[in-house]
């Protein structure tokens, strides 16, 4: 679907879905499970790609653009044409790796800040892709890290949530003029 619908290189003047900030409550909701998957889902992804990339993501979900469906896109290499997109409907994590990684992520809903968070190194995902097939694939490295943040938002947990450093948390978030009152805080691992 991806290479023939739509072209990486391309971005788009402006994107074709609006995007959500932190502290609106869409972001906080818990996802529904995509029943039917059809050519409505299909143009949802491909909005959902092109609105990444636009946006210069690597990956996003339904939710940050104000749709309440369990779907994911990711793209680790946005400028390599030859490795696709991933499409993940209804995903799940099946495993978590016990290693944990310390890493820097950022979100499009909440531009400019940018802080370390600790995540499983390793993950293993069942989804479905988009022409409905179920897939299952294991993850590590960067990639298991954005699919990991991208699922947390269809569970309304956001990255700010993890980052355990309250201090250093507030500074950021206060220079983006962004409110600490919009975050809740996740205490487990995962």
């Known amino acids: 679907m991806t290479t023939s619908i739509l072209n990486?290189?391309?971005?788009?003047?402006?994107a074709p879905l609006s995007l959500h900030y932190l502290g609106d409550r869409t972001l906080r909701q818990s996802t529904k499970r995509i029943n039917k998957i059809n050519q409505s889902v299909r143009d949802l992804a491909k909005d959902m790609l092109q609105t990444m990339y636009t946006e210069q993501g690597i990956g996003l979900a339904?939710?940050?653009?104000?749709v309440?469906?369990?779907?994911?896109?990711?793209?680790?290499?946005?400028?390599?044409?030859?490795?696709p997109p991933l499409i993940l409907i209804n995903p799940q994590i099946q495993s978590y790796s016990k290693e944990l990684a310390k890493g820097e992520e950022g979100c499009l809903s909440i531009p400019g800040v940018f802080l370390d968070v600790v995540r499983p190194e390793a993950i293993e995902v069942k989804y479905k892709d988009e022409s409905g097939r179920p897939k299952?694939?294991?993850?590590?490295g960067l990639l298991a890290k954005v699919i990991q943040h991208e699922f947390d938002h269809l569970h309304g947990i956001?990255?700010?949530?993890?980052?355990?450093?309250?201090?250093?948390?507030?500074?950021a978030l206060?220079?983006?003029?962004?409110?600490?009152k919009a975050v809740q805080p996740v205490k487990s691992k995962q």
Not at 136 to 140: L, P
Not at 158 to 171: G, H, I, K, Q, S
């Open 68 to 83: 309440n469906k369990q779907m994911l896109v990711v793209d680790c290499d946005p400028g390599n044409t030859a490795t």
């Open 8 to 14: 990486k290189q391309q971005q788009a003047e402006q």
């Open 158 to 171: 956001l990255f700010v949530d993890r980052v355990p450093n309250d201090l250093v948390l507030t500074e």
């Open 174 to 180: 206060h220079q983006q003029g962004f409110s600490t």
């Open 62 to 66: 339904a939710p940050q653009v104000g």
């Open 136 to 140: 299952k694939m294991e993850a590590s």
